[in-house]
T-cell receptor, first 111, second 116 residues
Framework: GNSVTQMEGPVTLSEEAFLTINCTYTATGYPSLFWYVQYPGEGLQLLLKATKADDKGSNKGFEATYRKETTSFHLEKGSVQVSDSAVYFCALSSGFQKLVFGTGTRLLVSP | EADIYQTPRYLVIGTGKKITLECSQTMGHDKMYWYQQDPGMELHLIHYSYGVNSTEKGDLSSESTVSRIRTEHFPLTLESARPSHTSQYLC???????????????FGSGTQLSVL
């Protein structure tokens, strides 16, 4: 079945540091890939998505590239801010299947 | 900004009480979902609906029930709450078709339930 594996957190960084959160997937067919973000006390929001191989999703300085050869969709940001502190979820959908979420990675950014 | 609302935000109740968690969306979405989020943050799909009068159980077994009498409303009910039901409950909706592979989910802010 479809599954998503994320790196465990928390990821602790200083402001302006470079961020990478790893995400790999297993899926049948040709999945679409997503990153959702959950800020403290809130529900999840879609951060970015990519629907086919080599697509790059980007939003708010975050980027992720759909790599079919390595079945990965790593999230990156060149310079994080304190306001980026949140939980990040990688997710995929494929064919008739419902959205499958990873376990979430907490990011803590200190001033 | 998402137009999906959950009430209450926080609920503390005693064991054995019947509770209903409300979820409403004003976007006209056909698909709606309930997720349970454990303290480790992992999301578990417990119920979903593809439209009025459609309800299905999700991947995680749950003692809760849902109903979908109106498009905009998808309440979740626990007939007899227990401490093991303590969790964060997130409602979501989507405008995707039943077979869409790139649907975007809109989430409510969640209900944090504590059963004593």
């Amino acid at each position: 079945g479809n599954s998503v594996t994320q790196m465990e957190g928390p990821v602790t960084l200083s402001e302006e540091a470079f961020l990478t959160i790893n995400c790999t997937y297993t899926a049948t067919g040709y999945p679409s890939l997503f990153w959702y973000v959950q800020y403290p006390g809130e529900g999840l929001q879609l951060l970015l998505k990519a629907t086919k191989a080599d697509d790059k999703g980007s939003n708010k300085g975050f980027e992720a590239t759909y790599r079919k050869e390595t079945t990965s969709f790593h999230l990156e940001k060149g310079s994080v801010q304190v306001s980026d502190s949140a939980v990040y979820f990688c997710a995929l959908s494929s064919g008739f299947q419902k959205l499958v979420f990873g376990t979430g990675t907490r990011l803590l950014v200190s001033p | 900004e998402a137009d999906i609302y959950q009430t209450p935000r926080y609920l503390v109740i005693g064991t054995g009480k019947k509770i209903t968690l409300e979820c409403s969306q004003t976007m006209g979405h056909d698909k709606m979902y309930w997720y349970q989020q454990d303290p480790g943050m992992e999301l578990h799909l417990i119920h979903y609906s593809y439209g009025v009068n459609s309800t299905e159980k999700g991947d995680l077994s749950s003692e809760s029930t849902v109903s979908r009498i109106r498009t905009e409303h998808f309440p979740l009910t626990l007939e007899s709450a227990r401490p093991s039901h303590t969790s964060q409950y997130l409602c979501a909706s989507s405008d995707g078709t039943a077979h869409a592979t790139n649907e975007k989910l809109f989430f409510g802010s969640g209900t944090q339930l504590s059963v004593l």
